[in-house]
């Protein structure tokens, strides 16, 4: 579509229509242009998403967003704890801090944090469960995010003579998900099929899979002219386990920051699953980068495979288990909550054989 609308590029289409042949898009009164297949990356407002009534709001995670761009935000350790004191043998300012708390978290995410810095601005944002911190909408986003932080005297501290230097952005509940990914001549890519939250910055990475995999795909189909839904499914079946996996992580994670004993021990299964994502991936990439090893089909069948954790199955054993116990506590019953924290290390002291993973907790 990129070369047959070049002239074009960014103009909003209004219709999209599929027929055996193709896919017609129409930008304005005789403007049409055809295209063997339609990738739709509009985010939120994707025109496909609108036009099959795609989107499905059955997620586990509730949480609404205000973010925007600082300045003066220091080091953490300047105005709390400091480092020696935290035991840390770097600064959390060299990477991104998260706040956690009750029914939200907030990042801090400092791009001049390094010697070579250009730029001196600081990603800021809230995140926020509607159910427990409605929004205040008597307030500006920019006066509820500072009277919110006053609940954390450090968190506070570290803010004290901050100043946004864009708008701030304040959104609904902004999770969502599509019913269908790929149908017949179509495929809806990174924010246009799904969001869930950002607290583990999956979304970019999700989006360039997405991107490999649909480009596979698309190579394939335009040797043998097949752009059928079907050939496009490990697309779908890959985007949507990663935004169903990511939702009962986050939607979990939230609920765990009720007591710091529930989340002491649930963060171990982050862990466990960013660990072993990152050894997944650098396999797949080692096994691709030793020439014989692997045929272009096998790295893209393998990275299908993955979700969160590298999609290895004992992974989703072990998660379904401690999500399991995490989604039937009553946070409100101290006993059941020492129950649940006893049980998810008694599961990860039996799951090693030693006692490495349950001393985490
Ligand atoms: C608050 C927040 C924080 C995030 N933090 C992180 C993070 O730390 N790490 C991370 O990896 N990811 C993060 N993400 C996710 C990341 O932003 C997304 O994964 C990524 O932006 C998805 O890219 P995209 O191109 O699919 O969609 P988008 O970035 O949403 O882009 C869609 C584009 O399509 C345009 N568009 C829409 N309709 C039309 C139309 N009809 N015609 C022409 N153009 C149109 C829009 O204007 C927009 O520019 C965050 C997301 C949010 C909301």
């Given at each position: 579509m990129l070369c047959s609308t070049e002239p074009q590029y960014c103009k909003t289409p209004l219709d999209i229509a599929f027929d055996a042949d193709g896919v017609t898009?129409?930008?304005?009164?005789?403007?049409?242009?055809?295209?063997?297949?339609?990738?739709?990356?509009?985010?939120?407002?994707s025109l496909l998403a609108d036009k099959f009534d795609l989107r499905d709001f059955g997620?586990?995670?509730?949480?609404?967003?205000?973010?925007?761009?600082?300045?003066?935000?220091?080091?953490?350790?300047?105005?709390?704890?400091?480092?020696?004191?935290?035991?840390?043998?770097?600064?959390?300012?060299?990477?991104?801090?998260?706040?956690?708390?009750?029914?939200?978290?907030?990042?801090?995410?400092?791009?001049?944090?390094?010697?070579?810095?250009t730029n001196p601005l600081c990603s800021v944002g809230l995140m926020l469960d509607p159910r427990m911190h409605p929004p205040q909408n008597d307030l500006s986003a920019e006066e509820e995010f500072f009277a919110f932080i006053e609940r954390f005297p450090s968190v506070?501290?570290?803010?004290?003579?901050?100043?946004?230097?864009?708008?701030?952005?304040?959104?609904?509940?902004?999770?969502?998900?599509?019913?269908?990914?790929?149908?017949?001549?179509?495929?809806?890519l990174g924010h246009a099929a799904g969001f869930i939250d950002p607290l583990?910055?999956?979304?970019?990475?999700?989006?360039?899979?997405?991107?490999?995999i649909l480009a596979h795909h698309l190579l394939q189909a335009n040797h043998n002219g097949d752009y059928s839904r079907e050939r496009f499914l490990p697309l779908e079946k890959t985007t949507l386990a990663y935004i169903h996996s990511n939702d009962r992580?986050?939607?979990?994670?939230?609920?765990?920051?009720?007591?710091?004993?529930?989340?002491?021990?649930?963060?171990?299964?982050?862990?466990?699953?960013?660990?072993?994502?990152?050894?997944k991936l650098f396999s797949i990439r080692i096994q691709s980068m030793?020439?014989?090893?692997?045929?272009?089909?096998?790295?893209?069948?393998q990275l299908q495979q993955i979700k969160l954790a590298g999609g290895f199955a004992d992974y989703d054993r072990v998660a379904?288990?401690?999500?399991?116990?995490i989604e039937a506590v009553?946070?409100?019953?101290?006993?059941?909550?020492?129950?649940?924290?006893?049980?998810?290390?008694?599961?990860?002291?039996?799951?090693?054989?030693?006692?490495?993973?349950?001393?985490?907790?």
């Open positions: 898009i129409t930008t304005g009164p005789e403007q049409h242009y055809r295209t063997a297949y339609s990738v739709d990356a509009g985010g939120f407002r997620l586990h995670t509730h949480s609404r967003s205000s973010f925007t761009h600082m300045i003066n935000v220091p080091d953490f350790h300047e105005v709390s704890t400091s480092q020696k004191a935290a035991n840390l043998p770097f600064s959390v300012a060299e990477g991104t801090l998260h706040h956690v708390f009750e029914g939200g978290w907030l990042w801090v995410i400092p791009f001049n944090n390094h010697a070579a810095f506070a501290a570290q803010f004290r003579n901050a100043r946004s230097v864009r708008e701030w952005v304040r959104t609904g509940r902004i999770q969502y998900s599509s019913k269908q990914i790929v149908g017949d001549r179509w495929a809806l583990y910055s999956k979304g970019l990475y999700i989006t360039l899979t997405s991107v490999s992580l986050v939607a979990n994670s939230y609920t765990s920051w009720g007591t710091y004993q529930l989340w002491t021990a649930y963060s171990v299964l982050w862990l466990l699953g960013a660990y072993t994502e990152l050894v030793e020439h014989g090893k692997i045929n272009q089909q096998q790295l893209f069948d379904h288990t401690i999500d399991t116990i009553d946070l409100t019953n101290a006993h059941q909550v020492a129950t649940a924290v006893e049980q998810i290390q008694v599961f990860f002291t039996q799951l090693t054989g030693c006692h490495y993973l349950s001393r985490l907790c």
